[in-house]
């Protein structure tokens, strides 16, 4: 069946460092893609989506580009902080209506001061 | 708006016992979903409802589980009974039509059971 994967965490960067969490779907059709972050204690947070290939989402810094070809929607930060310690989650929606989005284990990452 | 409200946050049952979880969606919104977060299995789908109405309850785990959505500013989802496997956290989220996608999660209810 339909799926979304990501990395295994946790992730543990230094400030400032660059930061790529990746993601990988399998779906019939092009699904639209989400990131969405969920902070200790909180419920989950939309990051940033892409709807149709090649689109960018973008949001507080983080980025990720909707490739079909590899089938991929990893997010990418150039200078993480602190408070982006959080855990992310990939996710994939259908091409039409309105379901449940099937999201990714999550990754957990942690910057270090 | 006060976002989506769950109560209560957090629950701890023995074993056997019924376990009643409340939701309450943004105002106006017409689309709700029960999610459910563990370890091994992470975040989960186990029902949505549109204007009320239940859409998909495929992920319902079993006859133990079940969700009501009595009108549009409220849900429940029922675990009766409830078993120490059903330890995990729940999520209600819920989103506006014109934008199915963009989901508004619920702080969670922690559920323990014993």
């Known amino acids: 069946g339909d799926s979304v994967t990501q990395m295994e965490g946790p992730v543990t960067l230094s400030e400032e460092a660059f930061l790529t969490i990746n993601c990988t779907y399998t779906?019939?059709?092009?699904?639209?893609l989400f990131w969405y972050v969920q902070y200790p204690g909180e419920g989950l947070q939309l990051l940033l989506k892409a709807t149709k290939a090649d689109d960018k989402g973008s949001n507080k810094g983080f980025e990720a580009t909707y490739r079909k070809e590899t089938t991929s929607f990893h997010l990418e930060k150039g200078s993480v902080q602190v408070s982006d310690s959080a855990v992310y989650f990939c996710a994939k929606g259908s091409g039409g209506g309105a379901d449940g989005l099937t999201f990714g284990k999550g990754t957990h990452l942690i910057i270090q001061p | 708006d006060a976002g989506v409200i769950q109560s209560p946050r957090h629950e701890v049952t023995e074993m056997g016992q019924e376990v009643t979880l409340r939701c309450k969606p943004i105002s106006g919104h017409d689309y709700l979903f029960w999610y459910r977060q563990t370890m091994m299995r992470g975040l989960e789908l186990l029902i949505y409802?549109?204007?009320?109405?239940?859409?998909?309850d495929s992920g319902m785990p079993e006859d133990r589980f079940s969700a009501k959505m009595p009108n549009a500013s409220f849900s429940t989802l029922k675990i009766q009974p409830s078993e120490p496997r059903d330890s995990a956290v729940y999520f209600c989220a819920s989103s506006l039509g014109q934008a199915p996608f963009r989901q508004y999660f619920g702080p969670g209810t922690r559920l323990t059971v014993l």
């Open positions: 779906a019939t059709g092009y699904p639209s």
């Open positions: 409802f549109n204007n009320n109405v239940p859409i998909d």
